[in-house]
T-cell receptor, first 113, second 115 residues
Framework: KQEVTQIPAALSVPEGENLVLNCSFTDSAIYNLQWFRQDPGKGLTSLLL?????REQTSGRLNASLDKSSGRSTLYIAASQPGDSATYLC????????????FGKGTKLSVIP | GAGVSQTPSNKVTEKGKYVELRCDPI?????LYWYRQSLGQGPEFLIY????????DSGLPNDRFFAVRPEGSVSTLKIQRTERGDSAVYLC?????????????FGPGTRLTVL
């Protein structure tokens, strides 16, 4: 059974810092990995989708990398802003006929002005 | 275009009552998913539809939960004899075709509170 772990559970940084969020998964046979952002009381906003054949994806100040063989992904946020404060969730789409996303518990990020 | 929409945004009910939660996927998306998110946890898969049929319902916790998608568009999640443990945010997602490499797009969720 696929399990996804996110470290740290919470992170507080001053505005302007670069930061890295970590995600690990137990079964490397995945189709893709998605990073989401969730604001309090809201749904999920997709940030980046990395297919299993890709090593990284970039969108603006966000860069996500994928090392499928070691079961790891990182989300790099450059020049953090207070508006980046949210919970960031990592999810993997496993293979073998499964269509579901398996999520981690998320990292709660606070960017202090 | 419009994203995934869910109604109601909030639902408060009493233990033992029946509830229906509605999901409107992105127009043209054939795949639809339901997830449940408890406080402090990541979303957990409930059921996946490809068109009108439930292709994978392995995440439904018990037979009090049922979902339909009669015309291959709107879906309704139905919960009978609600229990306090059913309180959670119910999220719906859709994807263009349900293929393995598709991105899933999520709605805002319905927060269900069972008193």
């Amino acid at each position: 059974k696929q399990e996804v772990t996110q470290i740290p559970a919470a992170l507080s940084v001053p505005e302007g810092e670069n930061l890295v969020l970590n995600c690990s998964f137990t079964d490397s046979a995945i189709y893709n990995l998605q990073w989401f952002r969730q604001d309090p009381g809201k749904g999920l906003t997709s940030l980046l989708l990395i297919q299993s054949s890709q090593r990284e994806q970039t969108s603006g100040r966000l860069n996500a990398s994928l090392d499928k063989s070691s079961g790891r992904s990182t989300l790099y946020i450059a020049a953090s802003q207070p508006g980046d404060s949210a919970t960031y969730l990592c999810a993997v789409h496993s293979g073998a006929g499964s269509y579901q996303l398996t999520f981690g518990k998320g990292t709660k990020l606070s960017v202090i002005p | 275009g419009a994203g995934v929409s869910q109604t109601p945004s909030n639902k408060v009910t009493e233990k033992g009552k029946y509830v229906e939660l509605r999901c409107d996927p992105i127009s043209g998306h054939t795949a639809l998913y339901w997830y449940r998110q408890s406080l402090g946890q990541g979303p957990e898969f409930l059921i996946y539809f490809q068109g009108t049929g439930a292709a994978d319902d392995s995440g439904l916790p018990n037979d009090r939960f049922f979902a339909v998608r009669p015309e291959g568009s709107v879906s309704t999640l139905k919960i009978q004899r609600t229990e306090r443990g059913d309180s959670a945010v119910y999220l719906c997602a859709s994807s263009p075709s349900g293929r393995a490499y598709d991105e899933q797009f999520f709605g805002p969720g319905t927060r269900l509170t069972v008193l």
